[in-house]
């Protein structure tokens, strides 16, 4: 397709248990971006990459959490001892460059985690 | 560092009525604006964005001008319909600031009753 996939489209897993969300971005855009999405609390940050380079996982809340990129496309946002905190929409965007007006983010519909 | 504020919804409005939803920014440099939608069951969708002051974004009815000299960046529609339900994040981007220049607003979630 030609947006930003993301799977599953929604999880529920149980407290404790580890899980993976998975982004394809926009073929040939080399920033990704992943995103929490909290009810009443905006879009919070959590990592970033960009081509090759080392990815800036300044937004991560905990050491639990944890983000790959393979061959600078698919992305995986791993949560290991799930708690229910983690319930959020976790969405992925991708863009061609990063920074300015040329390069806005293209979001996927987000992965939907529910932790019981 | 950078920051965008914007009203707090949720912001209800009959068809047809005019819309504003309020954003204003802090930032070191000279950040390109937008405004982004998310419809429900969805991810966000760029909606307009400006790149210089005094610029005007539109797009499907919607407007919003680059003020630099009051750091806003309003978005506006003169006549809302049912299916412009929906929340709106503002954000700021600085050229080159990776993803620290990225910054979003909380969101503002917009209902508009027939």
């Known amino acids: 397709g030609a947006g930003v996939s993301q799977s599953p489209s929604n999880k529920v897993t149980e407290k404790g248990k580890d899980v993976e969300l998975r982004c394809d971005p926009i073929?040939?855009?080399?920033?990704l971006y992943w995103y929490r999405q909290s009810l009443g609390q905006g879009l919070e940050f959590l990592i970033y990459?960009?081509?090759?380079?080392?990815?800036?996982k300044s937004g991560l809340p905990s050491d639990r959490f944890s983000a790959e990129r393979t061959g600078g496309s698919v992305s995986t946002l791993t949560i290991q001892r799930t708690q229910q905190e983690d319930s959020a929409v976790y969405l992925c965007?991708?863009?061609?460059?990063?920074?300015?007006?040329?390069?806005?983010?293209?979001f996927g519909n987000g992965t939907r985690l529910t932790v019981t | 560092g950078n920051s965008v504020t914007q009203m707090e919804g949720p912001v209800t409005l009959s068809e047809e009525a005019f819309l504003t939803i309020n954003c204003t920014y802090t930032?070191?440099?000279?950040?390109?604006l937008f405004w982004y939608v998310q419809y429900p069951g969805e991810g966000l969708q760029l909606l307009l964005k400006?790149?210089?002051?005094?610029d005007k974004g539109s797009n499907k009815g919607f407007e919003a001008t680059y003020r630099k000299e009051t750091t806003s960046f309003h978005l506006e529609k003169g006549s809302v319909q049912v299916s412009d339900s929906a929340v709106y994040f503002c954000?700021?981007?600085?050229?080159?600031?990776?993803?620290?220049?990225?910054?979003f607003g909380k969101g503002t979630h917009l209902i508009i009753q027939p």
């Open positions: 965007a991708s863009s061609l460059v990063t920074g300015g007006a040329n390069s806005p983010l293209h």
């Open positions: 400006a790149t210089k002051a005094d």
């Open positions: 073929s040939g855009h080399t920033a």
């Open positions: 930032a070191t440099g000279y950040p390109s």
């Open positions: 990459f960009q081509g090759n380079s080392a990815p800036d």
């Open positions: 954000a700021l981007n600085e050229a080159g600031g990776g993803a620290d220049g990225l910054t």
